[in-house]
């Protein structure tokens, strides 16, 4: 039994061992200004804030990559939940081709805020900060309605 237990606990420090090796890309693209949101959309400092806290390690090209983005497996979750966020929404390459996906990607931010879906669950114990509060969600809901309005050309 014991010896079972002993090579069992080797197997177990060798793949983890292991998996080190299988290291996940974790990048931050240069980001060029002119592709930034602010070029297209008009963002509130107070809003802009939120962003930052809540919004910019998985939606931007400013990831700050915390020591366990760099042990597996863990690091393969953060990697893959990274360029996931990029892709769908990114801050620092605004790729909306015109006003009405740039209302449209704006007022999907407030959906995703509100319906509690952003900040992911897991990201939140490993980062108190980033947690919405209900200030923050009508805060970047207001904006969002107002900036999702002017860029579809409706007044308010």
Known sequence: MRRRLRNGLIVLVVAIAGAQ?????????AALADRAMETRVQVPAE????????CDDCHSNRTRWPWYSHV??????VAHHVKEGREHLNFSDWNAPDNNESAH?????????REHEMPLRPYL???????????????????????SGRLAGRRR
């Open 21 to 29: 090796l299988v290291r996940p890309e974790r990048s931050n693209p």
């Open 47 to 54: 809003v802009a804030s939120i962003f930052k806290r809540a």
């Open 72 to 77: 597996a497996p863990v690091s393969w979750m």
């Open 105 to 113: 990607l704006v007022s999907e931010i407030c959906k995703e805020m």
């Open 125 to 147: 114990p490993l980062h108190p900060e980033a947690r919405a509060s209900e200030a923050d969600i009508a805060a970047v809901c207001a904006w969002s309605d107002a900036e």
